[in-house]
């Protein structure tokens, strides 16, 4: 720094040159740094960072109003170097010099040094040493811009103030966090110092965001009175993420207090080491299962509980990732367990449900375990991953079908059942499902009973076919059900048969003897009946029907029994009036008669031709002639009728 005499003779110069009628001027300064520690209270053993605090007010002696920027200059320090000595301070300094570069005149900045004090360390107030060593611009001419450079080194003392108020040491951690899950941390204080603590806040902070005490970074305990030598245990929750290592993780344990003076006084802070034990975890043994597509089944699970703790309560939720497989109507389903020891495999068994548009793959589930630790926090163990692969969808094929289904009759419909399926199944019963009205089974389940993979089996339906059946191809639908694993019935796919329907059958073939009456005549008509079915028929009771001019005495008949194409010759008495036409008139004939299996039922009405003639005059036709074309009646009449 420049000399004051020199300083004057610049002055000197100055003037004499402004007098001289020259008009030419200097800017002269020099930087003018304070140093403050506004925290100067430390205690034995304590480690910590004070912050001291720079402030350059600068010192313009001579400055230029036109170029502002020269005052600045000069009163600048450049290259600023700041260290920390401990002088007679009882404190030892790691990394004692900082670079600070430039300091303007202007705000305040502030320069961090870590010191630690020594333990046994007496109460008073000492003299650190701060030297500040910098370069400045000392002299600026503004005619010619010629500048001098100085050199400069200060030491200034900065006061430290050691406290005998109470000081704490940590003498025992103890914590049960484990990764993934929330724990208590027992930290075990003493107050070493020489005076007891008052309304004492305790306070813990997390230096790592892996871990966190009572859901944030910090936490405080607090204590009223705190002795002198007495030590206080203090509990923190602390929950661990899943990122988390079972390894040290630093805490900082600090204690804010009220000293003898009633002074509120931050204690040094001090490390803490946690180390959250391995996380609580479960594996899959094995899985297994007996779904099928289209079907519900057990799915099955063996898991092991991999340790480190004995968990209560615990519960097992399935999750599914996909659609096709649910559980029930859910994507999701849960199964209790309650204690369960380290090592020890529990089995989990659950009801799962493998939709008709799945797959036989692997479909990807996952599964956590909800449990109670030892203290009663609950805790999860996520996404345990397994899967799931359905069998097959269960199917039954259909074969050798075989059908007698006429108009009229009662008809039959067999045919083989196989369960295509690769899984055995128990009481299979084919269903009826067809909507005919003009066919009816009579009974509408059939009993196959078990079926293993690959086995087949008959079944049949007694079918009733109206006489309004018309003969074609028909398809008849089947239902197939079964019981699963669950004893549950579950529906296979439809079955679909095609068969075909004949058209009604004349159950009698009618053969006229005679056929022709005269007018006002009494007479007997006769004719042949012949059974056309393959059944034997039994009780033919036959009833006549004419109309007015014809009329019967007896107009009823009665064959006991006609076997397959028997036949049996009956007859009926008719009448022709007086006012009878010579023409024809129909004879109608009905039939009521009884099947083997005692069902009684009634025939189609037959028509049958009656010629009526008048034999009152001669030349008439010749009875040869009459005769035949009665014959060719009757005849013409039969096929007319089997034609219907």
Do not use: C
Request: net charge negative; hydrophobic share 30%.
């Amino acid at each position: 720094m420049a000399s004051n005499a020199q300083k004057l003779l610049l002055l000197a110069v100055v003037g004499i040159v402004v007098t001289s009628g020259t008009a030419t001027a200097a800017v002269i300064g020099s930087p003018d740094i304070d140093a403050t520690l506004e925290d100067d209270t430390v205690a034995p053993g304590e480690q910590k960072t004070i912050e001291i605090s720079l402030v350059n007010t600068g010192d313009l002696e001579s400055g230029s109003s036109q170029n502002p920027a020269l005052n600045s200059e000069v009163t600048t320090a450049k290259g600023l170097t700041v260290s920390l000595g401990s002088g007679d301070a009882p404190i030892s300094i790691k990394n004692s010099k900082r670079s600070l570069g430039t300091l303007q005149a202007g705000p305040k900045t502030t320069v961090p040094f870590t010191i630690s004090v020594d333990d046994d360390a007496s109460s008073g107030t000492y003299d650190a040493q701060l030297r500040l060593d910098y370069k400045h611009t000392s002299y600026i001419s503004e005619g010619t811009g010629t500048r001098d450079e100085d050199q400069t080194r200060e030491t200034v003392d900065i006061e430290i103030d050691v406290t005998d108020d109470a000081t704490f040491d940590v003498t025992n951690v103890e914590s049960n966090a484990r990764v993934d899950s929330t724990g208590t941390v027992a930290v075990s204080v003493e107050n070493t110092g020489d005076s007891p603590a008052r309304n004492a806040a305790v306070t813990l902070e997390s230096q790592n965001q892996d871990l966190t005490v009572s859901g944030g970074t910090a936490t405080s305990r607090f204590v009223d009175t705190w002795d002198t030598g007495e030590t206080r245990t203090f509990r923190y929750r602390v929950t661990s993420t899943e990122a988390a290592e079972p390894e040290s993780y630093q805490f900082d344990l600090s204690v804010a207090f009220d000293n003898e003076d009633g002074i509120r006084t931050q204690s040094p802070s001090q490390s803490v080491a946690v180390a959250p034990d391995p996380e609580q975890t479960f594996s899959v043994v094995n899985a297994s299962s007996s779904v099928a597509v289209s079907n519900t089944g057990t799915y099955e699970v063996n898991l092991r509980n991999t340790g480190p703790l004995t968990v209560n309560d615990a519960a097992v939720k399935f999750n599914s990732q996909n659609a096709d497989i649910t559980f029930g109507q859910s994507p999701s389903t849960t199964a209790y367990v309650g204690e369960w020891e380290p090592g020890e495999v529990r089995t989990v068994r659950v009801d799962a449900t493998a939709s008709p548009d799945a797959e036989d793959r692997s479909y990807a589930l996952s599964a956590t375990v909800q449990y109670d630790d030892q203290e009663g926090d609950t805790s999860a163990y996520d996404n345990i991953p397994m899967s799931i692969t359905p069998a097959p969808e269960q199917n039954f094929g259909v074969s050798d079908i075989e059908a007698s289904l006429q108009a009229g009759e009662d008809g039959s419909l067999s045919a083989t059942l196989t369960n295509t399926g690769t899984r055995d199944v128990e009481n299979v019963v084919v269903s009826w499902q067809s909507q005919q009205s003009t066919l009816s089974p009579k009974e509408t389940q059939y009993a196959v009973g078990n079926l293993d993979a690959g086995e087949s089996a008959n079944f049949s339906f007694g079918v009733d076919v109206s006489n309004s059946a018309e003969a074609g191809a028909r398809q008849f639908d089947f239902g197939v059900s079964y019981r699963d694993d669950n004893g549950d019935r579950v529906d296979a796919d439809t079955l679909e048969i095609r068969s075909t329907v004949a058209g009604s059958q004349d159950e009698f073939d009618i053969e006229m003897q005679n056929a022709t009456l005269g007018v006002g005549q009494d007479r007997s008509i006769t004719f042949t009946i012949t059974n056309t079915k393959d059944k034997t028929l039994t009780s033919i009771e036959g009833k006549a029907f004419v109309n007015d001019p014809l009329s019967s005495s007896d107009d009823e008949t009665f064959i006991a029994e006609l076997e397959p194409g028997e036949s049996e010759t009956v007859s009926v008495q008719l009448s022709a009036g007086s006012d009878a036409l010579d023409k024809t008139y129909p004879l109608n004939l009905d039939f009521q008669y009884e099947m083997p299996d005692g069902d009684k039922r009634v025939s189609d009405t037959y028509s049958l031709p009656i010629e009526v003639t008048d034999q009152s005059g001669g030349g008439g036709t010749p009875v040869w002639l009459i005769g035949g074309v009665a014959l060719l009646a009757v005849v013409g009449g039969i096929v007319w009728y089997r034609r219907q």
